[in-house]
């Protein structure tokens, strides 16, 4: 079959042709239909010093996608040959305190599909039958590619009650702009959302109508008391990882407010973290989605309406798909997807 190989210790991929992969008796084998480009694939094509500590050569990567059920191991239930699905890309253990009090997200333990075993950017991936997703009819194939990263901003977004807070978000990627829009439709008051590049806001515009601004055009401070905000933001979520971000953040904050972590840093930041403390500030990490609560709750916000389909910017058939990363790394697309089928 063909696959999308990291082969060498060397920038970009191969389109390689690869042996289709067997399953266990609790496995399922999916023909992928669509995958989405994530920030952890351009980390690997662009064989950072990250890629180069966590992923063995040769690796099949991806991890974000949608296809039918092809085959299914003889233990396999719930499960049948031409099921739209999509999967969990965090394969937990079954050995660890978290795991075993059903605290899937935060297990040790956790086997990262496209990173630590082959991945979804191929025509066939195998998979544990725990973590396959059924997908409604509503979720189109495009859409179905995405749920991973949708996942993490519905875990970020979901974290604090929303309803009528002042939200401030950092950071313009499509995981910020999708937790807008989530923030947006399960009601919160006043959602301002920051990124230094105009093309991402322009994006996040016509993904959903919230207040945008460019800290290097003008600052948050100004632009919050332009909404009508006199103590600071209720909620922050940070996306981007930036040191800068993350410290206007804390300095735009109220007091006593609380603030998702998300976007991961290049390198070690520094934090006046006696601001967070007199601040009183709440703070919480997020990594991945919480399993498989994050996915109901998901699923359950596009079924209702939600509509995140304008963060897909690009298609592409596979085979095109250093046409993608060239794109993404440029940083010109929102959600870039590619078609296997």
Not at 135 to 164: K, R, Y
Request: net charge negative; aromatic share 6%.
């Amino acid at each position: 079959m063909k696959a999308l190989v990291k082969a060498k210790s060397e920038i970009g991929l191969v389109l390689s042709e690869v042996d289709k992969p067997s399953i266990g008796p609790k496995d399922v084998l999916i023909k992928v239909k669509t995958t989405s480009i994530c920030g952890t694939d351009l980390h690997i094509w662009n064989w950072d010093n990250w890629a180069q500590s966590a992923i063995k050569t040769p690796m099949t990567i991806g991890h974000e996608f949608m296809g039918v059920v092809d085959q299914i191991g003889s233990d396999v239930k719930g499960l049948n040959v031409g099921d739209r699905v999509s999967v969990e890309s965090h394969i937990a253990g079954t050995r660890s305190r978290n795991a075993k009090a059903g605290k899937l997200h935060l297990d040790p333990d956790t086997v990262n599909l496209g990173v630590d075993r082959d991945g979804a950017f191929a025509e066939y991936v195998s998979v544990p039958e725990t973590n396959v997703v059924p997908l409604p009819d509503s979720v189109g194939d495009e859409l179905g590619a995405i749920l991973d990263p949708f996942g993490n901003a519905v875990h970020a977004t979901l974290s604090f009650d929303l309803v009528g807070e002042d939200v401030l978000i950092t950071g313009a990627g499509p995981i910020g702009i999708m937790s807008a829009a989530i923030a947006q439709y399960i009601g919160a008051r006043r959602v301002l959302l920051t990124d230094i590049n105009n093309e991402r806001l322009a994006l996040a515009q016509r993904v959903c109508d919230v207040e945008t601004v460019n800290p290097t055009e003008q600052s948050i401070s100004d632009k919050m008391s332009a909404m009508g905000l006199k103590e600071g933001f209720d909620v922050g979520l940070e996306m981007s990882g930036s040191e800068l971000a993350l410290k206007e953040m804390v300095d735009n904050m109220i007091m006593g407010g609380k603030v998702a972590l998300l976007g991961l840093p290049s390198s070690e930041i520094s934090l006046d973290l006696s601001k967070v403390i007199f601040k009183a500030l709440n703070i919480k990490a997020i990594y991945g989605r919480e399993i498989f609560e994050t996915w109901y709750k998901g699923l359950a916000l596009l079924e209702s309406g939600l509509d995140i389909k304008n963060i897909i910017t690009h298609n592409f058939e596979y085979s095109d798909f250093e046409k993608a990363f060239a794109l993404l790394n440029d940083g010109k697309a929102g959600k870039v997807v590619l078609h296997w089928s």
